[in-house]
């Protein structure tokens, strides 16, 4: 298990490289500069400041810069927010992005799996055609369209929720937020859950112990569901890490101060070093939640094994 964890992260090294690279000169490519303006700086301030950055350097240099300071762990400075690094700005960012993303995840775990495995048991009832209805509307709603309905019902016309700020992460401004975020999530989960324990229960295995007689709540429970879960296991590691690095619209919307806020005025104000920030942030927390969704697959079927 150890060697197999080495290897996973070591073959990492070249997949975050690659994704730093082509996020840095897009960056660079794209119209306007962080020094941009609707007022034009003088052209000796502009100057001073592009040197003060390493701007005014060859863009290769400052690709190989970057590289030697993120070895060093090293984010850089935002060019938009005054005496902030991006490391600080991430770090102030995260425990908002990190406690909304897991609620949402936990609710869609919650919610999701069991009525999938509900419309996989009621096949083709009315059971099965009511959560599968509703889970390809959840899909085909945007939460920029599910958001401003929830604050507009439960917090402007029922008064019951408050419809924006964060105030330490108190549970009335985490009910709307977390609902909108975790929907879609319910929606995929239990759609993949219902998916995959069909197939489960057609199984040889399963129409053994159906056969000795095994009662069909235990034989769900005890013998279909982990199996049932590697698809759910499979999504979680890029699902967990797209809802806590933050929902930019939700986010928005509700006034939480997360990482997505962040990554948004990054890229409108050309702040580079903050987008870049965010993004090997990003990449690096994809890369380190699929190698433990690969880990977890061994505990969830005794038939995968790792070799040594």
């Not at 190989?64 to 300071?69: E, F, T």
């Not at 889970?135 to 402007?156: H, Y």
Request: net charge neutral; with cysteine; charged share 15%.
């Amino acid at each position: 298990m150890f060697a197999y964890t080495a290897r996973r992260l070591l073959q990492a090294i070249p997949t975050l490289l690659i994704v730093i690279t082509i996020s840095f000169f897009l960056m660079r490519v794209a119209p306007g500069g962080p020094f941009d303006g609707e007022r034009r700086l003088p052209e000796e301030i502009e100057q001073n400041l592009r040197a003060a950055y390493n701007l005014d350097q060859p863009l290769p240099m400052q690709y190989l810069n970057y590289l030697w300071d993120l070895l060093h762990g090293d984010l850089g400075p935002s060019f938009k927010y005054q005496d902030f690094t991006v490391t600080e700005l991430i770090l102030q960012g995260l425990p908002a992005s990190l406690e909304l993303g897991l609620w949402a995840i936990g609710l869609a775990l919650l919610v999701g799996i069991p009525i999938g495995c509900l419309a996989a048991v009621r096949r083709n009832g009315w059971v099965d055609h009511a959560v599968m209805a509703t889970a390809m509307t959840g899909i085909a709603i945007p939460n920029f369209v599910i958001a401003p309905v929830l604050a507009l019902v439960f917090g402007v016309m029922l008064g019951w929720l408050p419809v924006a700020g964060w105030n330490e992460g108190a549970w009335p401004n985490l009910i709307l937020p977390v609902i909108a975020l975790g929907l879609q999530q319910i929606a995929y989960i239990a759609r993949m859950t219902r998916g995959s324990m069909i197939e489960v229960l057609g199984s040889q295995f399963i129409r053994t112990a159906r056969a000795k007689g095994l009662a069909e709540t235990r034989l769900i429970v005890k013998h279909a569901l982990r199996p049932s879960l590697l698809p759910v296991v499979s999504y979680l590691g890029p699902a967990i890490a797209a809802v806590v690095t933050g929902s930019v619209v939700i986010e928005q919307i509700f006034g939480i101060p997360g990482i997505g806020r962040y990554f948004v005025q990054g890229a409108l104000n050309r702040d580079y070093t903050l987008v870049m920030g965010t993004v090997v942030f990003y990449g690096a927390l994809i890369m380190v939640l699929n190698l433990l969704v690969d880990l977890v697959y061994g505990w969830l079927d005794p038939q995968i094994r790792y070799d040594d």
